[in-house]
């Protein structure tokens, strides 16, 4: 039995995700940045975790390995910053308040929680990269607030 894509993505839809910024620099040393709801832990010893990243993706090069990245978990209230990442456009950083960090990643204000990673391996998936990262780093500026959720392709809360 086939599965098609449009029942797939239906079902997944279903399957309510924190929603992620994931931020790196180009090899030529540029910004760069992506909203990613395909993220998981992957292990605690070592600290390690993933995030699935489109083949296709114009910033698929900031994400080698060896490379540091930072996944940002946003929290309610911060759906402009998710949509300012998942936009198609040059500058996705223009008017969004953030810092680099000692290796040169960005770091976005206010989130939830910042993980500072080293990416360890990168494998082919289907039409995804799977992006496996070392934990080297945690901030925990926001623990009060409550996390930005997708479900059924819109924002959602919780209770």
Do not use: K, W
């Amino acid at each position: 039995m086939s599965v098609g894509e449009a029942d797939f993505r239906r079902a997944l839809g279903g399957f309510a995700s924190g929603v992620t910024v994931i931020t790196g620099t180009t090899p030529e040393g540029a910004p760069a940045g992506v909203t990613i709801s395909a993220f998981s832990s992957l292990s605690l010893n070592p600290p390690l975790v993933l995030f699935c990243l489109g083949r296709e993706a114009q910033c698929r090069e900031a994400f080698g390995v060896g490379r540091a990245f930072a996944v940002h978990i946003l929290a309610e209230g911060q759906e402009d910053l998710s949509a300012a990442f998942a936009a198609r456009t040059e500058d996705r950083f223009a008017g969004v308040a953030h810092r680099l960090a000692d290796d040169g990643c960005p770091v976005l204000d206010g989130c939830l929680a910042v993980l500072r990673c080293r990416c360890e391996t990168v494998h082919m998936g289907g039409d995804h990269l799977v992006v496996i990262g070392r934990v080297q780093h945690i901030d925990l500026p926001d623990q009060e607030r409550r996390p930005l959720l997708h479900f059924r392709g819109a924002y959602g809360r919780l209770g």
